[in-house]
């Protein structure tokens, strides 16, 4: 059973350009999570997604920031017009089932954002 | 000790030496996790303790968790080399899966 998967591992852009972070979660997990991580700094949540729905998205920036979970296909994190902030470790993670009693959350290896 | 505007704590060891770190936390929650994460890499799940659960172990891990004081422990017994990472504890304070993670405490474990 193959865990989080996230492409690419490691991702530059210029000034201006688009970013497209890809998670595919665990196999039979249907809950993704878009986590950020500054250098020296622990994780902060930036979006809540089941297929087609966007459930919490109350860490996103409210501009440029976008993510998806279509109903065939990975998760999607984009960045427009990426600026020097945003050079980030992205994590993803993944849940089997969500609710009052929480469960936990597996990351994926991670995708390094370097923006020039 | 994690979270708020606390500062990270860094520890060094010897190995077969015991290791323990703390995390605070300001507001109710339904569950606290721990992970581990080593240099560069992903963060690995290590252990969920739920808000009505006093202590739990895993192998070489024990956690407790102390709601009135707002805060968990995580003892890493025997280190070994390979413990060497960082370790955050992740809240979730409502039940809606929204994790907040603390800072994280460096460990060193020396050969």
């Known amino acids: 059973n193959a865990g989080v998967m996230q492409n690419p591992r490691h991702l530059v852009r210029r000034r201006g350009q688009e970013a497209r972070l890809r998670c595919s979660p665990m196999?039979?997990?249907?809950?993704v999570y878009w986590y950020r991580q500054l250098p020296e700094e622990g994780l902060k949540f930036m979006v809540y997604l089941q297929k087609e729905n966007i459930i919490d998205e109350s860490g996103m920036p409210k501009e440029r920031f976008s993510a998806e979970f279509p109903k065939e296909g990975p998760s999607i994190l984009r960045i427009q017009q990426v600026v020097r902030g945003d050079s980030a470790a992205y994590f993803c993670a993944s849940s089997s089932v969500s609710g009052g009693s929480g469960d936990e959350q597996f990351f994926g290896p991670g995708t390094r954002l370097t923006v020039l | 000790s994690q979270q708020g505007e606390e500062d990270p704590q860094a520890l060094s060891i010897q190995e077969g030496e015991n290791a323990t770190m703390n995390c605070s936390y300001k507001?109710?929650?339904?569950?606290l996790q721990w992970y581990r994460q080593n240099s560069g890499r992903g963060l690995v799940h290590l252990i969920l303790?739920?808000?009505?659960?006093r202590e739990k172990h895993s192998g070489r891990l024990r956690v407790t968790l102390d709601t009135s004081k707002k805060s968990s422990s995580l003892l890493i017994t025997a280190s070994r080399a390979a413990d060497t990472a960082s370790y955050f504890c992740a809240t979730d304070a409502d039940g809606n899966n929204r994790l907040a993670f603390g800072k994280g405490n460096q460990v060193v474990v020396i050969p």
């Open positions: 507001t109710s929650i339904n569950n």
């Open positions: 196999k039979g997990h249907s809950h």
């Open positions: 303790i739920r808000s009505n659960e």
